[in-house]
């Protein structure tokens, strides 16, 4: 059984799109990381949301504790948004990663 | 913002030799750091957290005779993969996370183990 869902797992989206990667978690959290990991394997937390809603650039974070559901969104996705995008659920004890999604921004 | 950094980035060793590598936090101090590896087209698995001074704490099915963790100050710890494998090939991830609230989680940015 799998903690952390996460969807779609592979996106393709043409530059300019506005793109949403959805993760769905079974464990009670304290908080919720988004991490983006670029092809060369390093990982950059972009956001950790415990309710409502982030928002840095162009990107977007919301968390909805009750339906144990968040969403990460993307505006006017550009070539190098190109990344792993892993949601993070962080219980207080221990972080559950979701698999990833693979998403690729076409010029 | 923190900062992590992973030494080396990328090492090639033979069976049978030991490798360490060295995770620091750079502007911060760490209290507790936190070891992946990552296996390709597969999320982190975590292997062990560490604290300051203290034993790390292993995953179930992590060898702790395998990977030994020090954490001897609050800005380095240190994986020392004994007698590698060539299963042991992967990519190790550290993280750390400061005084000022454990949901704060900064990462390394990892190194990447061939073992021939």
């Known amino acids: 059984k799998n903690e952390v869902e996460q969807s779609p797992q592979n996106l393709t989206a043409q530059e300019g799109e506005f793109i949403t990667i959805n993760c769905s978690y079974s464990v009670g959290i304290s908080a919720l990381h988004w991490l983006q990991q670029h092809p060369g394997g390093g990982i950059v937390s972009l956001f950790m949301l415990s309710s409502g809603k982030k928002k840095h650039g162009r990107l977007i974070a919301t968390i909805n504790i009750q339906e144990k559901h968040s969403s990460l969104h993307i505006t006017a996705s550009h070539p190098r948004d190109s990344a792993v995008y892993i949601c993070a659920p962080y219980t207080g004890n221990q972080f559950y990663f979701g698999t990833g999604t693979s998403l690729t921004v076409i010029p | 913002g923190a900062v992590v950094s992973q030494h080396p980035s990328w090492v090639i060793c033979k069976s049978g030799t030991s490798v360490k590598i060295e995770c620091r936090s750079l502007?911060?101090?760490?209290?507790?750091m936190f070891w992946y590896r990552q296996f390709p087209k597969q999320s982190l698995m975590l292997m062990a957290t560490s604290n300051e001074g203290s034993k790390a704490t292993y995953e179930q099915g992590v060898e702790k005779d395998k990977f030994l963790i020090n954490h001897a100050s609050l800005t380095l710890s240190t994986l020392t993969v004994t007698s590698a494998h060539p299963e042991d090939s992967s990519f190790y991830i550290c993280?750390?996370?400061?005084?000022?609230?454990?949901?704060?989680?900064?990462f390394g940015p990892g190194t990447r183990l061939t073992v021939t």
């Open positions: 993280s750390a996370t400061g005084l000022a609230g454990a949901l704060e989680q900064y």
């Open positions: 502007d911060f101090q760490a209290t507790t």
